[in-house]
């Protein structure tokens, strides 16, 4: 059963009475089209069906119901806060999504003024119920008047379709909210705690109770106020932006990200350093997460077509990212340090991008190259025939002594999918060593595919028996690895 005209005339003006703005008493009896918020005082003088009352077109006097979120007073000063914000800000988005934060008491108030509009004008459950339903949100009513105005002041475009990444919260708070939903705790005789004024604890509540028992707890209770709300906080924030690609590590004295012991930096500068630097100071993001699909140890290099990775820029301000950009910042890394090159293109990631690193840091295989050492033996005596017709084998890895203090006591087991192996040249270790002739017949290479999170070193010198079976345990000889580097990571990335 819809309002009678009669009936919609009778709420609107005690709702004037109560001392509600022109715009929630439009909103409290259903009305839906913009125009008629955003001109409030026009749209009730040409109606013939509502009564003036010049003195509630005034701000003078904070709304009963929104606390002043709806009057003009409020709004220009939302306005001009908003555009002090994104100037100072300087994000380069064209287009805006808005947000708004009111204060859980409105809820309170909303219903209130329901309760008395029903009691005082002797309305039916029905038309109660009516009444209710009518109630246009005051985020909505908000938005309607205010996007237009926000996008004049600073230049860009509402989109709420796509949504547009640039997010502009206002956070409204009210000083009297808490003692207001204090009527409502201390009538349930609910334990006060931290969260008793959340949004959501209070909404239960009131979910949970009758109108009868609602207007008993505020029998004594005023809708009157002489303050309105606070404009307590501007955000501006942009969505995460991800840039990712590849990178070689071609230093053996380089850590994949900042090293930090007892707050003090072990080393001058990272692979995180070298690669995210130059491009926090062309987005100017608020911070960045390193992302890369596994990790090689400080002393092991990755070379060839390297390592991928991904950047997650975190509310940039520079977010308008070209081709030539992408390529500029590659050219930038790699003229600038010889420890670390970009060797892919870099490219702007979805989130499905990142799903594939994330899952091939389990599910790719991964090549490497190791120069070894035969303590108990030479090419005189030793044959590696073996290893070069030795495939998939199984093995079961104790978490090794060197990452024990960090990571969990935990076996896996890897597959070694496959071995070659050669005697090194000498001038492969004089370029790396100072080895004398009579130790250089000792050292070999071995090139390994393996399964993703295979400890390589311990694969080889067995870890003081923590990896079984080693490439001791194969050979029957006392080996250790001395150089490691990552020669290829199987992964179609980016």
Known sequence: MNLSVE????IFNLLQQKNCCLRCCLRFIGYRTPNCFQDPVTFVKRSEIYSVIEDSFTDDVPCAACLGILQNKIQELVIEK???????????????LCALTIPVCINLRERLLHVQSATELNLSEDALLNF????????????????????????KQADITT????????????????????????????????????????????????????????????????????VENILCSYSSIFIGGRYSKLSRELSQTPWFIDGIKKMETSVQDIVCNPIIEAMKPQSIKFLSSGREDVDVRNIYAGRPFAVELINPR????????????????????????????????????LKKLKEGEKVKTKFYRALCICRN??????????LNNTKRIKITQKTPLRVLHRRPLSP????????????????????????KDEDINKFFVLDI?????????????????????????????????????VTGINLNWP
């Open 7 to 10: 009936e919609e005339k009778r």
């Open 82 to 96: 908003i555009q002090a914000k994104v100037e100072k800000e300087n994000y380069d988005s064209d287009t805006f």
């Open 132 to 155: 209710k339903v009518k109630l246009q949100s005051i985020k909505d009513v908000w938005k309607w008047v205010m996007i237009p105005k926000i996008e004049n002041a600073i230049k």
């Open 163 to 230: 949504p547009s990444p640039f997010l502009i919260d206002v956070i409204f708070t009210y000083k009297h909210n808490e003692k207001e939903c204090e009527t409502l705790l201390h009538n349930k005789k609910r334990k006060c705690n931290d969260n008793k004024f959340s949004r959501k604890s209070i909404e239960t509540l009131m979910n949970s109770i009758t109108d009868e028992d609602f207007a008993k707890f505020f029998k004594s209770w005023s809708l009157e106020t002489t303050s309105s709300v606070d």
């Open 318 to 353: 520079m977010t308008k990212i070209t081709e030539k950009l992408l390529s500029n910042l590659v050219t930038q890394v790699n003229q600038t340090s010889q420890q670390v090159q970009i060797t892919s293109n870099l490219k702007v990631l979805s989130r499905i991008d």
């Open 377 to 386: 033996g030479s090419k005189n005596t030793l044959s590696l025939e073996e």
């Open 412 to 435: 896996r087991i890897r597959l070694i999918y496959e071995m070659r192996a050669r005697w090194a040249k000498p001038q492969e270790l004089r370029n790396l060593l100072d080895v």
């Open 449 to 485: 595919k393996t399964q993703a999170g295979t400890y390589v070193k311990e694969f080889v010198h067995g870890d003081f028996g923590r990896t079984k079976p080693s490439l001791c345990d194969i050979l029957h000889s006392d080996l250790d690895i001395v150089a490691l580097d």
